[in-house]
């Protein structure tokens, strides 16, 4: 059975609470189910963390090297657009990792077009709400698999 870790940064815990127009109504228990009810679908497990403080996210990305994860999902929040101390650990990582926006980041103030964490990443699922999620548990299971899409 194939671990999935999901990881959440800044502020993503008070999702459905007011810019529905950005991110949608889905509160980020609502994501989370989602998510969940793809891995478990497909057979697999699905632990979730969603943290304001980057050193908590960075150390959970450093257990995830031995703690029998098998793949990441990511959307790290604002941090995506510059936190190279958490590049640097998902860098470390030899596993597949899937980033995730709820926006299309691209499309947006420019502070948010780079995301210095999709080169370190397999891929990014951007700009389909809480559909990414689902997605990229798909993506993930398949690189884990090594089904090619
Ligand atoms: O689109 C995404 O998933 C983002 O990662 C969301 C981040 C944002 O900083 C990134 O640029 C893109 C955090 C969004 C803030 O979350 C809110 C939740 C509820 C209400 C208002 C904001």
């Known amino acids: 059975m194939a671990n999935i870790l999901l990881l959440h940064g800044p502020n993503l815990s ?9 991110y949608g109504t889905a509160t980020l228990d609502d994501v989370v189910a989602a998510a969940r009810a793809a891995a478990e679908a497909e057979g697999a497990e699905l632990t979730h963390l969603q943290t304001e403080h980057e050193g908590e996210l960075v150390s959970r990305i450093h257990d995830a090297r031995t703690d029998g994860t ?12 510059y936190s190279y101390a958490i590049r640097d650990a998902l860098e470390l990582l030899t596993i597949p990792k899937v ?7 691209t499309a947006r103030e420019p502070f948010r077009h780079t995301s210095v964490l999709t080169a370190v990443c397999d891929g990014a699922i951007l700009g389909f709400g809480i559909d990414g999620y689902p997605l990229a548990v798909r993506a993930g299971l398949n690189l884990h698999d090594g089904v090619s899409t």
């Open 70 to 81: 098998d793949i990441v999902i990511v959307n790290a929040g604002a941090w995506s657009h």
């Open 14 to 22: 008070q999702l459905g609470s007011r810019d529905p127009e950005q």
């Open 99 to 105: 980033e995730v926006h709820l926006s299309n980041i």
